[in-house]
């Protein structure tokens, strides 16, 4: 299957940031660094509880003669703890008929202080995705049942180099759909630094399936990026609309999953509302505040984003995938 020998599965909710209470550290054992990950986990999900509990209170402050303003400022700030940390939420408005929820959390685990921003995607800066140690990766589609064809390619971004020499997007899956479970390993080393943006090449008619010499991007439909700034700026590149990344755990390694909705029929306010507030009970948009009336996400056990398949709104399910860095010399996450 080309550069990558196919393994699979793919949505980042918040940014996070790690603040060292102590000195410089140039190596962390492997204990410290599986406590720092489990931390991660628990901070994303106090985040979660922080983002659900000031949505609640905003359905309680709205109605249908309030301004956005009169409930973004009947809000404030909501502030609790939860699972052994501390969260502060409140809202944001971000247009004269809409607001979005924002959430950061702090959890300490170690000698370090595990913060965590969930929410405010629309104006929200997050790092890419970046690899700290020489690491390969593992790709594995959890799903993929679209009915378009899509290949997916990896835009490396290497450190200390300039724009114009950084390498191409290379094929991590050719076109195709209906691949869930598959499976493709990342023959070449990347060395630590190296930012990740992923790419989905979306084919509408399957006329290039299966074909591992396709042209990018000439001979795809459209092209969908997980991050949508130039490589020049990828230190506050925005996650794009039509992808959502989330940081997770695999097995005992690092990684992420990545979600594409493949179409190019939504706005990207319909985009923001979906990411930002989760699946409605219907798919009514409503024009005057911009929003389809989603209460919040569901969420899996390994707090990620519950994915379903919807046909009228975006769902991100389309093509999804998880990315896990491991060890060049165990082969193994």
């Not at 973004?72 to 409140?90: I, L, N, P, R």
């Amino acid at each position: 299957m080309g550069k990558f020998s196919l393994l699979l599965s793919l949505s980042v909710v918040g940014a996070v940031t790690i603040l060292a209470f102590q000195g410089n550290q140039t190596s962390v054992d492997t204990r410290e660094r599986q406590s720092l990950r489990q931390g991660k986990v628990i901070a994303r999900q106090i985040a979660r509880s922080g983002y659900n509990s000031v949505l609640s209170e905003a359905h309680k402050a709205d109605g249908p003669n309030k301004e956005v303003g009169q409930v973004v400022s009947a809000v404030d700030t909501v502030q609790g703890e939860y699972e052994g940390g501390t969260y502060k939420a409140w809202l944001k408005k971000i247009s004269s008929s809409a607001y979005t929820a924002v959430s950061v959390s702090r959890f300490s685990v170690a000698d370090s202080l595990v913060e965590y921003r969930m929410g405010g995607y629309a104006n929200n800066t997050m790092k890419a995705p970046t690899v700290e140690t020489p690491s390969q990766l593992n790709v594995t589609f959890e799903q993929s049942m679209a009915g378009y064809c899509s290949a997916v390619y990896l835009k490396r971004v290497k450190p200390g180099t300039k724009p114009k020499n950084q390498p191409d997007p290379e094929m991590v899956f050719p076109p195709g759909n209906n691949r869930n479970d598959a499976a493709s390993s990342y023959e070449k080393t990347i060395e630590s630094g190296t930012r990740l943006n992923f790419i989905l090449a979306v084919d509408k008619n399957c006329s290039h399936e299966g074909d591992e010499s396709a042209d990018f991007p000439g001979d795809y439909d459209h092209i969908q990026r997980s991050f949508k700034q130039d490589v020049d700026k990828l230190n506050t590149m925005r996650e794009a609309p039509y992808g959502m990344v989330e940081e997770t755990t695999i097995g005992s390694s690092d990684g992420w999953r990545v979600s594409f909705e493949d179409q190019r029929v939504f706005s990207e306010a319909q985009l923001w509302d979906i990411k930002e507030n989760g699946y409605p009970d219907n798919s009514y948009w409503s024009r005057s505040r911009k929003t389809y009336g989603g209460n919040g996400w569901r969420t899996t056990p390994d707090g990620l984003r519950d994915l379903d398949d919807y046909g009228d709104i975006p769902d991100f399910s389309d093509q999804v995938f998880k990315v896990a860095l491991t060890d060049p010399n165990s082969g193994s996450t």
